[in-house]
C-alpha cells in the first residue's frame, strides 16, 4: 500500500525533521557552515525551513506539467541519491511520484547527509 506524503502522520514526520535538522544546524552553525557551498544563504535557508517557507528535502523541479502534492520549496531533492547522467525528465518524474507515493523518513535523512554541501540553496 502507497505511503502517501499527503497522510497527516508524514506531515507531520516531515515538519518535525525539518524543526529538528534547523534546530541542529543552528546549534552547529559555526562548525557546519564551512561545509556548506552557500554560506550567505544558509542562515537565511535554516530559518526559512523553520518558518515552513522551505522544506529540506522536497521534489526535484520538474518542468513537466506532473501532478504532485503541494510542498514547501525543496532545498534538495532524492535526485542526489542517483548518478547525475541518469536524471532525465522521465527519471525526474519517476523520483517526485516515488517520494510522494512511498514517502520514508529515513528517505529523507539520507538525502540531507549526501547533499549537505547544498544546504545553503
Known amino acids: 500500500a502507497p ?3 499527503t497522510l497527516p502522520a508524514n506531515k507531520l514526520k516531515k515538519r518535525t525533521f525539518d524543526i529538528i535538522v534547523s534546530i541542529l544546524l ?9 561545509f556548506v557551498k552557500n554560506r550567505k544563504n544558509y542562515f537565511n535557508t535554516i530559518f526559512n ?6 522544506t529540506w528535502v522536497g521534489f526535484v523541479n520538474d518542468e ?3 501532478e504532485l502534492p503541494t510542498l514547501p520549496k525543496a532545498v534538495v531533492s532524492p535526485s542526489v541519491l542517483f548518478p547525475k547522467e541518469l536524471i532525465t525528465p522521465e527519471i525526474i ?4 511520484q516515488e517520494y510522494s507515493n512511498n ?3 529515513t528517505t529523507d535523512i539520507l538525502v540531507v547527509f549526501k547533499s549537505f554541501k547544498k544546504l545553503g540553496c
Request: charged content about 20%.
Open 3 to 5: 505511503n502517501l506524503i
Open 26 to 34: 543552528l546549534i552547529s552553525y559555526v562548525f557546519t557552515v564551512w
Open 93 to 96: 518524474a519517476k523520483i517526485n
Open 49 to 54: 525551513v523553520l518558518k515552513g517557507r522551505y
Open 64 to 66: 513537466a506539467e506532473t
Open 103 to 105: 514517502y520514508k523518513l
